[in-house]
């Protein structure tokens, strides 16, 4: 295996008053420079939709195409991301034109044209593909699973309602837009020469005049034992129970990989060849444990059944004898063993990854590359101290239940087994 050490593959400065992280591009002569602010739609749900329309508008001196147009005559392309905890704006091209692009990207945000028309088209868009969403199978399984796991309180649900979206000012939100350079970020810069970048960049760092709004807290509730159906025209159903362990242990980090690759995950493991080779109860049949990727927070175990309507009892049951006794199966033990460990001896960690893992390492509260230790647990885990921590973390957890399916198809009997049943509609999971 190859780990990294961060602190010489990252050299820092800093601008005023922003932290600027590099990192030498050894392969090519494409440069990266990365605005990182730490706020997201966690602070700001708006924040979001204005990078959205953003995307579609020019300024005071380009149209939206001929924007287009400069920053493809530049060969350097930009990208906006957005998550609950980050906003992330990137220009990636030639490094000999980067300077330039700087300076584009920096004129397109301070001087960005509000356009009523192109918002309207935006909300239009983002309210269709709503309605679409609440056709499709995959989505609407995955807003039930997150309504087992959060309740009806969460991220997923708490979104902009329609009657907001139709009576936002366009200016307002752009104004969000043009005053992001003067929000907390840092910079990270990916490229061959570490001054000439930085010199690009330096002209249009402000120093920090504002601060974000508090990020607003989602509750990670217990589960309990719920039942929660959505009906759904299918031949099958799917079924997914999932439950809070206890929170992040750097710890088990090495125990969470062998317990999925043995026991869990990929078509070796043993709920896959018991559940649906052997026995050919489900198409589709997987137990995996999730580490939290902050510190503080919670695990989560989420065991899945796709099948027939009539198998699904038979699945479950199947399913609850594999987890009563976690089951002992050395040789297969350790080829999960070895797998684990193959997969992080071949799995190189390089060019911008170098920068973005060690930033999702921080979230866990380490400095340094932690698959060096994982690799030891694992290298050093005996079938009995995964059995230990499968009976303390994983054997006691309570689920709740997320089906969907016809509900004519549902065996009463074996549902109210798992818990206490509640039909939800779809404006329930969606929040819309």
Known sequence: PQFIDYKTAIATTQIKDKKVSFVQ??????????????????????????????????????TPEQLK?????????????????QTIITLSGLESNMKKGVELMNHWMTNVKADKAIYDQTVKTILESREVAKKDK????????????????????DIISKQRLESINVNELMSKIKTLNQYPYE????????????????????????????AKVYAEPTTEGK??????????????KVAKAKNVDLANFGKANVFNEYFGRGLSSIVFQEIRESKSLAYSAYVSYATASEKDHPNYVTNYIGTQANKLPLAVSAMNDLMADFPQIPAQFENSKGSALKQIASNRINRTSIFYNQLALKKLGVDYDIRKDVYAEIQNLSLPQLTSFYNADIKPLKYNTAIIGKKENLNMESINKMGEFKEVTLEEIFGY
């Open 25 to 62: 591009n050894k392969y090519n002569k494409v440069a990266q420079v990365n605005y990182i602010f730490p706020f997201g739609t966690d602070n700001d749900k708006e924040l979001s939709l204005g990078v959205s329309v953003l995307q579609y508008l020019g300024t005071d001196k380009y």
């Open 69 to 85: 147009e400069e920053f493809y005559k530049l060969g350097i392309s930009n990208s906006f991301r957005t998550s609950n905890d």
């Open 138 to 157: 995959t989505r609407i399984m995955s807003a039930l699973s997150n309504y087992a796991k959060y309740g009806k309180d969460s991220r997923m649900t």
């Open 187 to 214: 910079i990270f810069i990916y490229g061959e020469d570490q001054k000439g970048l930085e010199k690009a960049v330096k002209p249009f760092i402000a120093d920090t005049k504002m601060q974000p709004a508090k």
């Open 227 to 240: 039942v929660y159906f959505t009906a759904y025209d299918m031949v099958q159903m799917e079924m997914a």
